[in-house]
């Protein structure tokens, strides 16, 4: 009785599943699709995000997108000079590329280009031939991955700030750091290898940890920006007072002020903090340190101190506080330094310079300008400059053609300099979105254009924000354990501050207080 | 005669359920109603004596598992409100946000424990609704009440079958003090399920009984990680009872490991530590206040705990000979089924259940919860009916404070604000971001809402009632862009997708949304100077001077000077009530306006709006009053005649 009986239910279960894939196979689409009666249209398809006419890397994963065109079915065939095109049949606006064939195509079109014809079908006019989409595909690879800060764009409060390494070559992202602090990190030419991250943590207390070689060491005491010197045997920091301000109007509401900022400097083994000696002014705010490529020059910016706590700031213009971009000589075999000497001077521009990083050839120096402060993050103006540092002459700023409406800043550069990131607010006045963008010999910028994600939707209802993004040669050799283990110890060596400072800095306990 | 019916149906039903698919839904009913429980019952089924108690022998646990239930839900669905759960009110920590979202999903996939995480995250949205809130959390009790009877028939603990009742009374004292427990009793139950499957699941080999452990383990593991210490210990008790001592020994520590292999095979290294998911339970807990976490840790350990203690009695028993006790032969055989009966049991559970009732709910979180709840949903006169279980609460005032403003009754009380700038609510923590994002909308102070909405979502992650918020105010100050990043996380939320849906598509049509009411009134209400935001006066009348028909600032900055005694600030601003409409003015606005014209030298009829004839005579009674009492806040309080007790003259003369 049982044998038929079995066959039986065997058999409605092979159909259940031949069915099941049936549909399946339906759904997803087949891989080509007759579009040869397709009516023209001479516009290029609407598509979130916009991937076209970019100059590629050639080891980026898929850009998927979602078209934006009306229709019940999609098909996109995406093909180069060389090697199979890739079909994409959809019954849904979303556009995902498969990515083995892509990084084939996209290896073997290197220099070269790729087209993108999309199609749609709105059913009553049968199948529409939208302009074809072209991207170059650049020569030269980008760095694998990308570090990042995730974190809801609040104003006070840091309890779900993480930091992130994203593949760029894939959809990975690896959580690095996941804590309630406060946390800036700074690589050394690029390479995680010479990794440090500054910690601001209501819980574990302020630190600075240091990751070299796959160990971790923790120094206990406030750090704000740091910069490796390219040698990495020092790192160049800022020691600063940031404090929020809340404003009653504008769109964006939130502003920084440094009630105190000053430059110092730590050899890498040893706790400490020095003093640079030209630069021991208190009279003025020094911030954002970054070290020229070959580490001769130490980069930062620098403002008129005009109030050092809130009664002065009220009855001061802080709006008027603008910072110059200006630069000091370093001999790191001798530890020696020189003057400070003028790069861009507040009166040339009439804004204020922030963010200073220079391409690891040395050639470009880019910063960001905005209204006042060295915060362009809130400033919906902020826009990248760039400077040609081999040009003869004075330096003179060129406003960067990736610059969008809204606020454009912490950018970084890739170890080959070809590679641009950096966070924009385009499209929304809150929400950062890493952008690359490629630079040529000349130093033109290409088209810049978010990263891509798997689900080509993501960003368009994602509540994080992403700062501080950092190209990075390799993975990060520690694991998020590692770092937490760190920063949860409690016997890291103190940092020792110069003289004077002793009593001002190291573990103020101002964390909240103390902003990033 | 009954009794011979009753057991032959009985076998009939017994006969009938061997050959049905259903006999496993059958059998957990008849655990619940503790009725016709098949075979293995039916051998422990005593021949009742006599006819009455036989009834209630049999029927005494259907009566007290069915009432009991009935009760469990109408308790939670009446009294706790499920939606204050749902709202939280900034008061409530974790409580899970659910996305219908292939990622939202997947995430939860990565990590060990993290399908029972998202089971329980959409099962708690059914508590937005009080009836469903109830439905799910009384169906939750009641499978672990069937999975402690099921464990407890398992280890022959027939005396102890009323144990069974204790899990569910847990869960009834947890939802009673508002703690958010959803996870951990999802734990609790697939540990149970767990159990019950390595119970019948029985192979002869250790080897085989061994795998099936480590099976189950791994299986549990991954689908809640928090339950695998539950599940061990449960395994352990079970394995004593059935004799096995030396077993528990090899199946402990290899369950134990399971953990740590599964991190390595599939979920990699975790920051908390290989094998983290083992304690992971003590995550749900360590966030809670210290009696919820004792329920919690009794939630978890329960069940364990009382068959452990079950098995030890028994072996003592056993070996300490009685006259009056019955010793099995074996822990095998099923001991002579001695239990409470239907009556004892009922009567237990009953008073168990009255005393939780009575004793856990905690009524001054549900006034500050249920407060909040109909404050975000704007409906004042439940505010100030729920406010009467916590009145001194600040969050509490402060949605009095816009009750009695929205329904025209501030000029009526005067708000209990020791500190007059407290009017905005006092602090900065948490609490007081999630409860200011509503009062300084109200206002037409929208960045500052927004600053404290964005605080919030800091600490209390995505949920829809911040981003619903958040939306609305990018929608107030243009943001369009922004705006629509939180419209379309809404979209794939259970019961805020069609609000958002609905905005998404008036954005379309008109991206300014220019014809939306409320909006013209927040956009109308903005501060129109960039100033660093203040006190809390310089805030209402920098909101005043944007514009000056804003009935909630002024009477809020009224408010503020009355509970400061400003008279000066009364004497500039006390215009602006005739601004706003009022013409007759309400008692305490009216006392204000003779007191301030009084003691700062001005002409009563000169004040706009004018004071009534009937205060200024009031005025005077006050002050005769006064007199006779000398003047002296202490003897005034005593003296003075009650009329005058609610009056602003014996708010601005007595308390200072």
């Not at chain 1, 694991?479 to 501050?497: K, V, W, Y």
């Amino acid at each position: 009785m049982k044998a038929p009986l079995f066959r039986f239910w065997r058999r409605v279960l092979a159909g259940l599943v031949l069915t099941g894939l049936a549909a399946l196979a339906w759904w997803r689409g087949g891989p080509t699709e007759d579009v040869s009666g397709a009516s023209r249209i001479d516009r290029p398809a609407r598509i979130q995000p916009d991937y076209g006419g970019l100059v590629i890397p050639p080891n980026i994963a898929p850009l998927n997108f979602s078209m934006l065109e009306e229709g019940t079915r999609y098909y996109v065939v995406v093909r180069g000079n060389q090697g199979a095109p890739i079909q994409i049949r959809s019954r849904g606006p979303a556009i995902t590329i498969p990515p083995r064939a892509w990084q084939a195509l996209i290896q073997l079109n290197q220099g070269g280009e790729l087209y993108c014809d999309l199609y749609a079908n709105t059913g009553k006019n049968g199948w529409q031939r939208f302009s074809v989409m072209t991207n170059a595909v650049a020569l030269e690879p980008i760095d694998p991955y990308l570090f990042y800060r995730k974190l809801y764009p609040y104003h006070n409060s840091w309890s779900s700030m993480g930091l992130y390494q994203r593949s760029l070559e894939s959809y990975d992202e690896r959580p690095l750091l996941r804590t309630d602090c406060c946390h800036c990190h700074s690589l050394c030419n690029n390479d995680p290898n010479r990794f440090s991250v500054d910690i601001r943590s209501e819980h574990y207390g302020n630190s600075l940890l240091l990751v070299q070689n796959g160990t971790v060491q923790k120094l206990t005491g406030t750090v704000g920006f740091s910069s490796w010197h390219p040698t990495g045997r020092l790192l160049a920091s800022s020691f600063n007072k940031p404090r929020l301000l809340l404003h009653s109007r504008k769109n964006d509401m939130r502003d920084i002020v440094e009630f105190e900022a000053w430059l110092g400097y730590l050899w890498v083994g040893s706790n400490v903090v020095r003093r640079i000696p030209s630069l021991a002014d208190d009279t003025r705010l020094l911030t954002c340190p970054t070290w020229s490529p070959d580490g001769r020059y130490l980069y930062f910016c620098s403002a008129p101190r005009r109030f050092k706590d809130f009664a002065e700031l009220f009855r001061s213009e802080y709006q008027q506080v603008k910072y110059d971009l200006m630069r000091v000589a370093y001999d790191v075999e001798r530890d020696r330094w020189g003057a400070p000497e003028m790069v861009l001077p507040v009166q040339a521009t009439g804004l204020s310079a922030a963010q200073p990083r220079i391409s690891p050839d040395g050639r470009w120096l880019t910063f960001c300008l905005c209204a006042y402060g060295c915060w362009p993050t809130y400033h919906p103006e902020s826009d990248l400059y760039l400077i040609d540092l081999n040009a003869t002459g004075p330096f003179v700023p060129r406003k960067l053609e990736i610059n969008s409406e809204e606020c454009e800043s912490w950018h970084s550069w890739s170890s080959n300099s070809r590679w641009m990131v950096f966070s924009s607010k385009r499209g929304n006045p809150l929400f950062n979105r890493p952008y690359l963008a490629h630079v040529d010999a000349q130093g033109k910028f290409s088209k810049p254009f978010v990263v891509p994600q798997a689900d080509p939707a993501f960003y368009s209802a994602y509540l994080k924000t992403f700062t501080l993004p950092v190209l990075a040669t390799q993975p990060l050799p520690v694991t998020e354990r590692d770092l937490i283990r760190a920063i949860s110890t409690t016997n890291g060596p103190q940092l020792r501050m110069p003289s004077g400072d002793e009593d001002r800095h190291p573990d103020s306990n101002d964390h909240n207080q103390s902003l990033r | 005669m009954a009794l011979r019916q009753t057991k032959q149906s009985c076998r009939q039903h017994t006969n009938h359920m061997q050959n049905t698919r259903r006999r496993g839904l059958r059998r957990m009913l008849c655990a619940t109603t503790g009725r016709c429980m098949g075979k293995a019952n039916k051998q422990k089924t005593r021949p009742k004596q006599h006819a009455a108690p036989a009834f209630w022998h049999s029927r005494g646990p259907l009566v007290s598992g069915a009432c009991f239930f009935a009760v469990f839900f109408w308790f939670l669905w009446q009294q706790v409100d499920p939606r204050l759960i749902y709202h939280g009110a900034g008061a409530i920590q974790g409580f899970p946000v659910f996305h219908w979202d292939r990622e939202f999903f997947l995430e939860r996939l990565r990590f060990p424990g993290g399908i029972a995480q998202y089971l329980s995250a959409l099962l708690s949205q059914l508590l937005f609704l009080a009836w469903s809130g109830a439905l799910v959390l009384t169906l939750q009790a009641w499978l672990m009440f069937l999975g402690a009877d099921a464990f407890l028939k398992a280890i022959a603990a027939v005396r102890g079958r009323w144990l069974r009742f204790l899990p569910p009374l847990l869960l009834l004292a947890l939802h009673s003090g508002y703690a958010y427990c959803f996870l951990a009793a999802t734990h609790v139950l697939a540990a149970l399920g767990m159990a019950a499957l390595y119970v019948r699941w029985k192979p002869t080999p250790l080897w085989a009984r061994l795998a099936v452990a480590l099976a189950l383990t791994t299986l549990l593991y991954v689908i809640a990680a928090g339950a695998v210490t539950v599940f061990i210990l449960l395994t352990a008790v079970y394995e004593i009872h059935r004799g096995h001592w030396r077993r528990i020994f090899l199946l402990v520590p290899l369950a134990g490991l399971i953990p740590f292999a599964a991190d390595g095979v599939f979920f990699g290294p975790s920051p908390k530590g290989m094998g983290w998911g083992l304690l992971s339970f003590k995550g749900n807990v360590e966030a809670s206040q210290p009696l919820e976490r004792t329920l919690i840790y009794a939630l978890y350990l329960c069940l364990p705990l009382s068959g452990f203690g079950i098995v030890i009695l028994r072996w003592i028993h056993q070996r300490i000979p009685s006259k009056a006790t019955i010793h099995p032969p074996h822990p095998f055989v099923e001991p002579e089924p001695v239990n409470l009966g239907g009556t004892r049991e009922a009567a237990l559970v009953l008073l168990a259940s009255l005393a939780v009732m009575l004793w856990f709910p905690d009524k001054r979180l549900h006034a500050v919860l249920a407060a909040d709840y109909y404050a975000s949903n704007r409906m004042w006169p439940q505010v100030l009916e729920a406010a009467r279980g916590n009145p001194s609460n600040p969050y509490v005032r402060s949605a009095v404070n816009r009750a009695l403003y929205h329904t025209g009754r501030l000029g009526h009380e005067l708000p209990l604000i020791q500190k007059p700038d407290d009017i905005l609510l006092p602090g900065n923590d948490r609490r007081a971001h999630w409860d200011k994002v509503d009062l300084y909308l109200d206002l037409g102070s929208v960045n500052m809402a927004l600053h404290h909405a964005t605080e919030a979502i800091a600490f209390y992650g995505e949920q829809p009632f911040l981003v619903k918020r958040l939306a609305l105010i990018n929608l107030v100050l243009g943001n369009t862009g922004t705006a629509k990043i939180y419209l379309r996380s809404l979209t794939s939320t259970p019961f805020q997708a069609d609000w958002a849906r609905d905005y998404l598509r008036r954005l379309e049509l008109d991206p300014k949304l220019s014809g939306d009411e409320e909006l013209i009134r927040l956009r109308q209400l903005r501060p129109r100077d960039d100033l660093i935001p203040m006190p809390a006066e310089s805030m209402l009348l920098s909101l005043l001077d944007a514009r000056q028909h804003n009935p909630m600032a002024c009477e809020y900055l009224i408010a503020h000077y009355m509970l400061s005694r400003n008279l000066l600030g009364l004497a500039t601003n006390f215009y602006r009530l005739e601004a706003i409409g009022w013409k007759s003015l309400p008692p305490l606005y009216d006392e204000a306006a003779v007191l301030t014209a009084k003691r700062v030298g001005i002409e009563p009829s000169e004040f706009k709006p004018s004071p009534s004839l009937e205060a200024l005579r009031r005025y005077e009674k006050f002050v005769a009053a006064s007199m006779a009492a000398g003047w002296n806040p202490q003897a005034s309080s005593e003296l003075l005649p009650k009329e005058f007790k609610h009056t602003y003259f014996y708010y601005f003369f007595s308390q200072r």
